[in-house]
């Protein structure tokens, strides 16, 4: 088994140091123990789970989200990680939705002000 620094854990999952670094205080990743050498060594498991909040990440998903999506994620168990997708991805349509009816309402007082309407300096308009 293949043992790794911080600094080449970090470079092998694509994060900065200061990332792991964070992960660790969060509890996210594990934070392991100091061994002969007196540098922490870091394991291939290691690399895995930083990809995989990495990816989450990406996906939208908060480190508070990520900690809870973790233990399914650890056990391999599909059905806990499609809950936790399904659930983010029913709050992403939301946020779409609260978004789009914010753009409309933006594009009419757009509207008011280029004719000259009284409500583009109170910005009111219907919503």
Do not use: H
Request: charge should be neutral; charged fraction near 30%; proline fraction near 2%.
């Amino acid at each position: 088994m293949r043992a790794f620094t911080i600094g080449s854990l970090a470079r092998e999952a694509g994060v900065n140091v200061e990332t792991v670094r964070y992960y660790e205080r969060r509890g996210l990743i594990r934070q392991p123990v100091r061994q002969g050498s007196e540098y922490r060594e870091y394991s291939e498991g290691d690399i895995a789970r930083l990809r995989l909040i990495r990816r989450a990440k990406d996906l939208g998903f908060t480190l508070t989200e990520i900690r809870e999506l973790l233990p399914a994620a650890d056990t391999g168990c599909a059905d806990g990680v499609l809950a936790a997708a399904r659930a983010k991805l029913t709050r992403l349509d939301a946020d779409l939705e609260a978004q789009q009816a914010r753009r409309e309402r933006l594009a009419q007082l757009v509207a008011e002000c280029v004719d000259g309407g009284p409500d583009c300096v109170t910005l009111d308009v219907a919503g």
